[in-house]
């Protein structure tokens, strides 16, 4: 579940382009173009053969065939895919987007496909092993008041520890805000890097979302990782997980949204999450 860094020359060529009309594309002939990192297993990955596969490209397939277009996946970078999107590089796109208010400024989403708790990795044995709540999911509403007091319940173990989070992600606010005044947070470009410090003893904690971080969990490798603490889940991650898209294509919009409530209804969203995740993720 990820949050883009939107710097203010970026918030800028956003308003800009969005404020630009645009015709409406015939969707059908031009076909669509959708942007995933290939690079955040078990949503997205990159196949041994280049292609892109997961959670998100599986879905993609469904949502397309169901808007009769022929859509193709490409890869981005995730700490500028928004720019990208709103550059015309591409169309949409899918790679665990978390819908927030920062975004919504800039971009437009569908209706949520996914919605997930995220919560902190450790390796067994850890002085941070079991913390507080561990086992169980604390559902909170996005008031900074809340989240600070339920990260106070154990905020002391992690004085002087580093913990690590990717970059550009929705998570890393949640640990400046509430862990950066005891511990170091360090940002990566993936989270298999952060994960094989993790391992390696090079940092004391992960932060992520639970799929993301079970997906480590069964690499090889990393059999020394498990949970600790709560899971943090509800409002304060947004309504969940959509497609994003630019203000201008509202007709993009509706072909996804209509697409979305499809696989919703018909179970196939539940179906590709049992898959990928073990877990049903709809929201």
């Not at 700490?79 to 920062?102: C, Q, R, Y």
């Amino acid at each position: 579940m990820k949050l883009a860094k939107i710097l203010a020359g970026g918030l800028l060529l956003a308003t800009v382009l969005t404020a630009v009309p645009a015709m409406a594309k015939d969707w059908a002939t031009t076909g669509v173009t959708i942007a995933m990192e290939g690079a955040y297993p078990p949503w997205n990955l990159t196949n041994p053969d280049g292609t892109i596969g997961g959670f998100e490209a599986d879905l993609a397939k469904v949502l397309c065939a169901h808007m009769k277009v022929k859509c193709t996946i490409v890869p981005s970078d995730f700490d500028s895919i928004i720019e990208g999107l709103n550059s015309n590089k591409f169309d949409a796109v899918m790679d665990s987007l978390s819908i927030t208010p920062d975004r919504e400024k800039v971009i437009a989403f569908s209706t949520p496909y996914a919605n997930t708790p995220a919560g902190f990795a450790t390796t067994k044995g850890s002085s941070l092993e079991n913390l507080a709540g561990t086992g169980t999911i604390v559902k909170l509403s996005g008031d900074p008041a809340e989240a600070k007091a339920a990260a106070e319940k154990f905020r002391d173990q992690f004085k002087g520890k580093t913990i690590g989070v990717q970059a550009a992600t929705v998570y890393t606010k949640f640990l400046d805000d509430n862990f950066k005044d005891i511990a170091t947070i360090r940002e990566y470009k993936t989270t298999s890097e952060r994960d094989l410090d993790l391992v390696a003893g090079r940092i004391d904690a992960g932060f992520d979302d639970v799929t993301a971080e079970q997906a480590a969990f069964s690499a090889p490798g990393n059999d020394s990782l498990e949970y600790t603490g709560p899971q943090f889940g509800g409002g304060i991650w947004g309504p969940g997980q959509g497609v994003g898209l630019r203000k201008s294509d509202a007709d993009l919009k509706a072909l996804f949204d209509d697409a979305i409530k499809t696989a919703l209804a018909d179970g196939t969203v539940k179906q590709l999450s049992e898959k990928w995740f073990k877990t049903d993720v709809a929201p």
